[in-house]
């Protein structure tokens, strides 16, 4: 549902919701790097993935070192 109103903040609250309950980050990224194909400037999602990465310490993910 979220792929079709990506600029919803109540979706994207309530898949960290969903996330924080689960405790598992698995195919988030992934998820995300889809949806920013199509919306790299989308607010929700660049906060949503700010505090996925605060939250399950996925910077190493994020900025790999040379």
Not at 25 to 30: A, L
Not at 32 to 46: P, T
Request: hydrophobic share 35%; aromatic share 16%; glycine share 4%.
């Amino acid at each position: 549902m979220l792929e079709d109103t990506i600029k919803n903040f109540q979706g994207w609250e309530f898949r960290r919701y969903l996330i924080q309950l689960r405790g598992d980050p698995t195919g988030e990224v992934e998820f995300l790097e889809k949806i920013l194909e199509d919306d790299h400037k989308n607010y929700h999602l660049w906060t949503y993935r700010v505090w996925l990465c605060e939250t399950f310490k996925l910077y190493r993910q994020e900025l790999p070192l040379a």
